[in-house]
């Protein structure tokens, strides 16, 4: 089994920033990809950002120019640098791993874009 915990969360300004993050333990062996997903109350989850272990990037639309995903292969962690951050942003962030076409979750970590 692998374990995702993420964290970084929290209540931010319009305007500001955020860095999430996301340590992966367990039973880990080669993983393709990991990502950012949000689902906002009443909405489908949704993609933020991928990263394959061979540095393909992929962003959502509403991402693009103000997220950066990263990744320390060493550490197993990735990471989501939010800059920008718009009301329209504030949703529930969760980690996703892909390892051996198996998809992991993390618990999730909120995040509040709001005055």
């Known amino acids: 089994q692998v374990q995702l915990v993420e964290s970084g969360g929290g209540l931010v300004q319009p305007g500001g920033s955020l860095r999430l993050s996301c340590a992966a333990s367990?039973?880990?062996?080669?993983?393709?990809?990991m990502g950012w997903y949000r689902q906002a109350p009443g909405k489908q989850r949704e993609l933020v950002a991928t990263?394959?272990?061979?540095?393909?990037?992929d962003y959502a639309d509403s991402a693009k120019g103000r997220f950066t995903i990263s990744r320390d292969n060493v550490k197993n962690t990735a990471y989501l640098h939010m800059n920008s951050l718009k009301p329209e942003d504030t949703a529930v962030y969760y980690c996703?791993?892909?390892?051996?076409?198996?998809?992991?979750w993390g618990q999730g970590t909120q995040v509040t874009v709001s005055l």
């Open positions: 367990g039973s880990i062996f080669r993983i393709n990809l």
């Open positions: 990263l394959t272990t061979g540095g393909i990037i």
């Open positions: 996703n791993l892909n390892q051996r076409a198996v998809n992991y």
